[in-house]
T-cell receptor, first 113, second 114 residues
Framework: GDSVTQTEGQVALSEEDFLTIHCNYS??????LFWYVQYPGEGPQLLFR?????EKGSSRGFEATYDKGTTSFHLRKASVQESDSAVYYC????????????FGAGTKLSVKP | EAAVTQSPRNKVAVTGGKVTLSCNQT?????MYWYRQDTGHGLRLIHY???????EKGDIPDGYKASRPSQENFSLILELATPSQTSVYFC?????????????FGPGTRLTVL
């Protein structure tokens, strides 16, 4: 079945550091890819999405590029802030799988001031 | 005005007891989903629904039932709760037929089974 792999379980950075969270996917069809962010005590919320190869999604300084060749959708931010501390989820939704989205294991980002 | 609400927000149950988690959405979405969230596993799909009267099994349906009596409401039922079902449960709604099928999540229910 469809699946998403996030390799970093936790990331600890200082303010103004560069962030990369890796996301690789496996899908039988041509999925839409998402990044969601979850703050403490809340449900996940959409950060951004991408639906086509080479499409870049972005929001709030975060960005990721859909790469069908390497089946990846890595999240990057040039300069993190303490307020970016949260859990980040990579997810995919495949029409061939009835659109029921699947999520990765999540990455907890902690940013020190 | 929150579009997806869950009740209760916290629940303590005993092993072998019956637990019902409720979800209500005002987005008028056809699709609704139940996930559980566990450290190291992320969000795992339990059941989902395409509309009133429909329920489908997700990736980890064992030990859970679902009920969709109306467009707005979607319940998750644990007939015989076990300690392994201690987790945080999230409900979500979404609109099929769109390229991206974005989901809108509720605030979660923390369930502890003793």
């Amino acid at each position: 079945g469809d699946s998403v792999t996030q390799t970093e379980g936790q990331v600890a950075l200082s303010e103004e550091d560069f962030l990369t969270i890796h996301c690789n996917y496996s899908a039988s069809g041509y999925p839409t890819l998402f990044w969601y962010v979850q703050y403490p005590g809340e449900g996940p919320q959409l950060l951004f999405r991408a639906s086509r190869d080479k499409e870049k999604g972005s929001s709030r300084g975060f960005e990721a590029t859909y790469d069908k060749g390497t089946t990846s959708f890595h999240l990057r931010k040039a300069s993190v802030q303490e307020s970016d501390s949260a859990v980040y989820y990579c997810a995919l939704s495949d029409r061939g799988n009835n659109n029921a989205p699947r999520f990765g294991a999540g990455t907890k980002l902690s940013v020190k001031p | 005005e929150a579009a997806v609400t869950q009740s209760p927000r916290n629940k303590v149950a005993v092993t072998g007891g019956k637990v019902t988690l409720s979800c209500n959405q005002t987005n008028n979405h056809n699709n609704m989903y139940w996930y559980r969230q566990d450290t190291g596993h992320g969000l795992r799909l339990i059941h989902y629904s395409y509309g009133a009267g429909s329920t489908e099994k997700g990736d980890i349906p064992d030990g859970y039932k679902a009920s969709r009596p109306s467009q707005e409401n979607f319940s998750l039922i644990l007939e015989l709760a076990t300690p392994s079902q201690t987790s945080v449960y999230f409900c979500a709604s979404g609109e099929p037929g769109q390229d991206y099928a974005e989901q809108f999540f509720g605030p979660g229910t923390r369930l502890t089974v003793l």
